[in-house]
């Protein structure tokens, strides 16, 4: 059976052949009728385009490398699948890489996007302990965009969430409800994030003229049964705390049973009644199917997945344009936790 040319599908759908050409690289201001009738042609002729020659010929690739070294955080997921939506929009597929370690297989990786001729690549950094990357994503000689959601020393296009920014909004709506006594529960005391929001946490008491209290900010492991076991004994030993501001959604999930646990409840009413309010960052399926149902600030992952995609875009279009840096801010969501 003779193989279909794309002379072929021009000479079917009654266009040029450049146009077909066009419409399949998704170039050029090629009217939608005509989109249409070629692609019409093109499935029923069983046309299959070669987009590795394509790419080979014109020097050029629609193949785009991401980088994911943790699977297990919920924030790096959602952002992945706005990477991939919206660079599939725009014509690009994604290569996706796992490293198991993320020091002594990113070489690989890296080894493994150049050989299959991505035009850039994405990393989602994991490591909220350290402000520099691996030697390997720094090296990188691609067009390169790098997410994290702790700060970065490094020179490089970057998408940021501002950690700072989310727990100053968190606290100075608590400090609006009439919360004087407010901690911070969860995270280890190296962790970037973790400090940004101490930071942000410690401004807005400051701004409205209110003590913060170091022995208001335990840390705890990222599990639930930690942070049950942080919030009943900073409770037991604080009873006038009403308001706690969670790390992460296992803290949160820990703090409700922790609450229970020394007979309060989780709610709004802190005069009447004196229930705790909690605040979390996090934005997963989980806090939606919770019950209260938990307030929070969004982490902003779609917005944070859009604008890494169309910041490597540009890098890749405009490979002289100066170092980027996108700082991504949190919107505050109320539900029935506070």
Do not use: W
Not at 108 to 121: D, E, P, T, W
Not at 138 to 156: E, K, W
Not at 220 to 227: E, G, K, P, Q, V
Request: charged residues 15%.
């Amino acid at each position: 059976m003779k193989k279909v040319s794309i002379t072929d599908v021009a000479r079917h759908a009654g266009v040029s052949v450049s146009t077909v050409s066009l419409v399949l690289r998704r170039k050029g201001n090629i009217s939608e009728s005509t989109t249409r009738k070629v692609h019409t042609s093109i499935g029923e002729l069983g046309y299959i385009h070669n987009v590795a020659a394509a790419n080979l010929r014109a020097s050029t690739s629609n193949l785009i490398g991401l980088i994911l070294p943790n699977f297990n955080d919920s924030f790096s997921v959602q952002v992945m699948s706005s990477i991939v939506r919206e660079l599939e929009t725009q014509g690009f597929m994604v290569f996706l890489a796992h490293p198991l370690n993320e020091y002594e297989h990113l070489e690989h990786c890296l080894l493994s996007f150049k050989q299959q001729r991505v035009a850039g690549i994405i990393y989602l950094a994991s490591d909220t302990c350290s402000d520099t990357l691996p030697v390997q994503i720094r090296q990188c000689s691609l067009p390169l965009v790098v997410i994290s959601q702790s700060p970065i020393r490094d020179n490089c296009n970057r998408v940021i969430r501002d950690n700072q920014q989310a727990a100053y909004l968190a606290t100075h709506y608590l400090l609006g409800r009439g919360h004087r006594y407010i901690a911070y529960i969860g995270g280890q005391e190296h962790d970037l994030v973790r400090q940004q929001r101490l930071a942000g946490f410690h401004n807005a008491m400051a701004h409205s003229g209110i003590l913060y209290r170091d022995n208001f900010s335990p840390v705890c492991d990222d599990n639930t049964l930690a942070a049950c076991q942080a919030s009943r004994l900073l409770l037991e030993n604080k009873n006038t705390i009403t308001a706690l501001l969670c790390h992460s959604l296992d803290v949160m999930i820990g703090c409700l049973n922790g609450i229970r646990q020394v007979g309060r409840t989780v709610g709004k009413d802190i005069f009447l009644t004196r229930q705790v309010a909690l605040i979390g960052f996090e934005d997963t399926l989980y806090v939606n199917l919770s019950s209260p149902a938990f307030t929070y600030i969004s982490s902003a992952s779609e917005e944070t997945g859009r604008q890494a995609a169309n910041l490597l875009i540009r890098k890749i279009r405009e490979p002289t344009q100066q170092t980027q840096y996108v700082t991504i801010s949190g919107q505050l969501i109320l539900r029935e936790t506070a």
